[in-house]
């Protein structure tokens, strides 16, 4: 197998033969037997590496029952080893500051320091390795040629650069490819406009950033009276959020782009986060697992669903020496296949993404409803305007759900019946996807805030409900 080692040693001059379909033909086409047996060997390394390296695997296995010396198959990996979370990792990063006892390298050796946004709690530390940040980019790479960028492509960053993993990621897997980087950022007033200028001049190959500000940059662009598909994309691809496999938003953006959409993205946690990500000719997303080794698992017993079935993705890093992540539940939903893919990689797939986290879902009315679920039937409605809002309320004894929606602008010119056209036909569509009757308020386009980033569509305000009548002395 090409630059199969742990520690990872890769060849920073490595390219493949100019008209090759694949980086590494040996490694993304073997039989998955074979490959699993080899994911078996690295797995043996890394729980040694880890236990011998790190206190917080050593506790937590011990506690547990679990020596590296138990594992001899991928059963044994998926019975024996406990999975970890991100508020294990949050506490081992407020026992042992700053980056947490899972740290396996000198401190002398950290390259970057990421984190998260630290918007609820403490934000969590992300130390990465020298080494790390170089296997990053070659993984990066590798996979961003499976997407069908090649060196000399322009990639257009247009996300934010700061403790994101997302900008800095697709920036170093370019710089490896031999792509030229455009790191324009996001986030400043008045940014987006730039971009759309931007990008008309220097016509890049490539964009990447969230799907949402795909969507909120073309109607930039619009109102400036251009055309998206002057930019002359080749392809957009993203993480960070549902989107680029939910059908009616990805071909929505397709069509307003003229051009290929592409999702990957697993947790900044797991960089190279690019380990689950669609190709040129494959929709969804691989799972890269000489990369990452990602198992779909029940979120009960924390062991592998069955191809064809739905499960929480859980994460093993093969190729990580700083804070290798062994089992990290992802508290995603999504379903998994096995079988060719077109793209002829044997890798496991995910064909509709990752539907989102199993905790952003909502009940209402004994129906269970992902939020992403009514992304795609708005983004499929021919006058949908742009952008929605998801509301939960309990203004009586039942959940109510309240959405929101923007319709274009000539139903709201044609007048009354055209917009209660719509909110009928809107709230057939969300009765026929979610066995619930909603209830729609239409409004004019562009009054519902954009973003730069990750959207949050979904405001639930039962908890407050709840509190409210509890302090009445309701129930
Ligand atoms: N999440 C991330 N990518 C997703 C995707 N393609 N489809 C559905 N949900 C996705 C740095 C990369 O962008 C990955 C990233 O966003 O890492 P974060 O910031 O740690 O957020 C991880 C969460 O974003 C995942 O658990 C998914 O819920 C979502």
Same mark, same amino acid.
């Given at each position: 197998m090409e630059f199969w080692s742990f520690p990872p040693r890769y060849d920073d001059t490595y390219f493949p033969e100019t $008209? !090759?379909?694949?980086?590494?033909p040996q490694r993304e086409t073997m039989p998955p037997a074979e490959r699993e047996h080899h994911i078996l060997e690295r797995l043996k390394q890394v729980v040694r590496y880890a236990y011998d390296n790190a206190p917080f695997y050593r506790h937590h296995w011990d506690a547990r029952g679990f020596h590296p010396d138990h594992l001899s198959s991928l059963e044994d990996f998926e019975e024996r080893v406990p999975v970890i979370t991100k508020a294990d990792l949050r506490a081992a990063q407020d026992r042992a500051p700053v980056f947490g006892d899972y740290l396996c390298v000198p401190e002398s050796e950290i390259h970057h320091i990421h984190g998260t946004s630290g918007t609820t709690g403490n934000p969590t530390a992300f130390a990465i390795g020298r080494d790390d940040w170089r296997a990053i980019a070659n993984a990066h790479a590798r996979i961003m040629w499976a997407m069908g960028l090649r060196p000399g492509d322009t990639v257009f960053i247009g996300s934010l650069f700061s403790l994101y993993m997302g900008s800095w990621g697709t920036l170093i897997g370019s710089e490896r490819l031999g792509a030229r980087a455009f790191p324009f950022g996001a986030g400043a007033t008045g940014m987006s406009a730039r971009a759309v200028d931007w990008m008309r001049r220097v016509k890049p190959a490539a964009f990447y950033g969230t799907p949402s500000y795909a969507i909120h940059l073309a109607e930039v662009a619009r109102d400036k009276g251009i055309d998206p598909r002057e930019f002359e994309l080749k392809l957009l691809f993203f993480s960070g959020?549902? $989107? !680029? &496999? /939910?059908p009616g938003v990805r071909d929505r953006i397709a069509e307003t782009y003229e051009a290929r959409v592409i999702d990957s993205g697993s947790m900044a946690e797991m960089s190279p986060w690019m380990n689950v990500a669609g190709t040129a000719e494959t929709d969804g997303m691989l799972a890269w697992q000489d990369v990452v080794y990602t198992e779909v698992c029940d979120p009960n017993t924390m062991h592998r669903v069955p191809y064809g079935q739905r499960g929480t993705p859980v994460y093993t890093h093969l190729e990580r020496t700083s804070q290798p992540m062994i089992r990290? /539940? &992802? $508290?995603d939903l999504t379903l998994w296949k096995d079988g060719p893919t077109p793209c002829g990689r044997t890798y496991p797939h995910l064909p509709y993404g990752i539907f989102g986290r199993i905790d952003d879902s909502f009940t209402v009315r004994g129906e269970n409803v992902y939020p992403s679920e009514i992304d795609a039937a708005l983004n499929a409605l021919p006058d949908y305007g742009g952008e929605h809002r998801i509301i939960i309320t309990r203004e009586t004894a039942m959940d109510e759900l309240v959405v929101q929606v923007e319709a274009a602008q000539s139903v709201h010119a044609a007048g009354d019946e055209a917009i209660a056209q719509f909110r009928d036909r809107v709230s057939n569509e969300l009765h026929r996807l979610l066995g619930i009757r909603a209830n729609v308020e239409v409004v004019e386009e562009k009054t519902i805030p954009r973003t730069d980033f990750k959207a949050r569509r979904v405001i639930d305000d039962r908890e407050m409900f709840r509190a409210f009548a509890e302090k009445l002395g309701g129930g």
């Open positions: $008209g !090759a379909r694949y980086w590494f959020e549902p $989107g !680029a &496999s /939910v990290l /539940v &992802s $508290g």
